[in-house]
């Protein structure tokens, strides 16, 4: 008799726990929505978070529960107009080109224009260095030049020359991985028609910067007065262009006191199709064994 | 009031379940690394430490004690604490997806987290009353999560060094814990002088 008590509590219970579950997994399934997997699929899936959506999935997810088509079908830049068109054709709505956007980098303190303020020997990377004083650079916001921006790159856009990063404009798909990379926040997105390009980040006063970089930008103002569309003005001590006004006229650039303002070229034709990520990363998770 | 910040606050910092009772080491080191998940995860202790209390108390003193059959103790609590978390896991999938979402695969992890089964007994040990035993539970995990978060700070630190070929990696991070729990010990008095007793 004293068996039966404990073992037939231990059983009830687990057939009691069973038997919640079961009914608890019935009542409140969660379908995966059919139109979500497609979309998916159809997603180069890169899950670097240009579209806005914390990846491929949520993305997808977002499109698919858009009952009014208020979620563009556009917005993965990585994939560009195939996989937008594709998405589009999934979702049954009208086709529009993918917007394309391009990473810019805001330092052009090269070597040759910029000095190191210390002799760094610690773990060789932006963000270990940053946390040392405030980096490497006799800048602030200087390139601190360890590719931390090379090493996201899924698609080899990015390279170190001369102690700066150098933007590839051809293969880069303005995911905005390098951008989320760069501790000093050098690294922006914007529209592929932009032309012109603040290379300066700088928060000295002029006075300063034309001590340590011989290229940054002194804050003169000259740009925000030659700008007929309101377009640059200079904050925290360098110009700033908003990319929704500017024309790409580089009436600013040629302006310029200390040429920090470039013109990049147009491109000679728009790339057909966008290069699949080198490495396709898929979000890990760390999972320590109890 | 005052017993009820006793046992909140030396549950916290005198009796933390990590860094003095070594208990949910596992989780401590793993999933430090970065402080979001830190955070997600010391959310989801809390959140299971409280709930698996107010279900294996009344089963202790409700069926365990009254019908002699203490030595099931464990088993019992193991089972009904996994298919509670499983429970918990399927309804927030459903009812609140964001914040399944956010805290992923450490839900399940929980299941068979040591500091999770070792609260709900040591309640039983101490003799705690039901309300009593919430608030210890619900300070066990606030202790939890002052312990990941300032150790994935630490993490932060190690993992931007440059560290003597033969300690870098675990070695490293478990002389810093070492060094934590050290600090964590010096609040040994501090209730006593806070309350007197």
Do not use: W
Not at chain 1, 49 to 57: L, P, R, V
Not at chain 1, 255 to 262: A, D, L
């Amino acid at each position: 008799m004293q068996f039966i008590i404990p073992v037939g509590i231990v059983t009830a219970m687990g057939l009691l726990a069973g038997g919640i579950l079961t009914i608890a997994d019935k009542f409140m399934a969660v379908q995966m929505d059919e139109t979500a997997a497609k979309v998916l699929a159809a997603l180069p899936g890169a899950n670097c978070g240009a579209c806005g959506f914390a990846g491929c999935a949520d993305y997808a997810n977002a499109l698919a529960k858009d009952e009014e088509h208020a979620i563009k079908a556009n917005l993965c830049t990585p994939g560009g107009d195939a996989v937008a068109m594709e998405v589009s054709s999934i979702l049954g709505v009208e086709f529009e080109g993918a917007s394309s956007k391009i990473a810019i980098m805001k330092c052009s303190g090269s070597r040759d224009r910029t000095s190191y303020a210390m002799d760094y020997q610690g773990h060789q990377t932006c963000k270990a260095n940053k946390l040392f004083f405030r980096g490497r650079g006799a800048c602030e916001m200087a390139c601190l030049g360890f590719g931390d921006c090379v090493n996201v790159c899924a698609y080899d856009a990015i390279r170190i020359e001369n102690g700066l990063a150098v933007i590839n404009k051809y293969k880069c798909v303005g995911c905005g991985l390098c951008a989320k990379a760069c501790p000093n926040a050098l690294i922006e997105i914007v529209p592929d028609k932009t032309r012109v390009v603040v290379g300066c980040s700088s928060v000295d006063p002029g006075k300063v910067t034309r001590e340590i970089c011989a290229i940054g930008c002194i804050a003169c103002k000259l740009c925000e007065k030659t700008c007929k569309f309101d377009a640059i003005h200079v904050i925290n001590n360098h110009a700033v262009i908003d990319y929704t006004k500017c024309k790409n006229c580089t009436a600013c650039a040629k302006k310029c006191p200390t040429n920090v303002i470039h013109v990049f070229p147009r491109p000679v034709s728009a790339p057909q199709q966008k290069p699949k990520p080198v490495a396709a990363e898929t979000a890990q998770v760390e999972a320590p064994a109890q | 009031m005052q017993e009820m910040m006793i046992i909140i606050l030396s549950a916290i910092l005198v009796n933390n379940f990590v860094l003095v009772k070594f208990l949910g080491i596992c989780p401590f080191l793993g999933v430090s690394k970065k402080l979001d998940s830190a955070v997600g995860m010391s959310l989801a202790v809390i959140f299971v430490m409280v709930l698996a209390t107010a279900v294996t108390y009344p089963i202790q003193m409700g069926l365990l004690v009254p019908l002699q059959i203490g030595y099931l103790q464990t088993i019992v609590f193991i089972l009904v604490i996994a298919a509670l978390v499983q429970l918990v896991e399927i309804s927030l999938k459903k009812y609140v997806p964001s914040l399944h979402q956010s805290l992923g695969v450490y839900l399940p992890l929980i299941t068979t987290n040591c500091a999770v089964l070792g609260v709900t007994i040591l309640n039983i040990d101490e003799k705690y009353t039901f309300f009593q035993s919430l608030l210890n539970s619900f300070g066990a995990g606030v202790g939890f999560l002052l312990a990941m978060v300032l150790f994935s700070g630490i993490r932060q630190r190690i993992e931007n060094n440059d560290f003597p070929a033969a300690f870098k990696g675990i070695p490293a991070v478990l002389i810093a814990a070492s060094i934590v729990s050290l600090s964590f010990m010096g609040f040994s008095g501090v209730i006593d002088g806070l309350f007197g007793h």
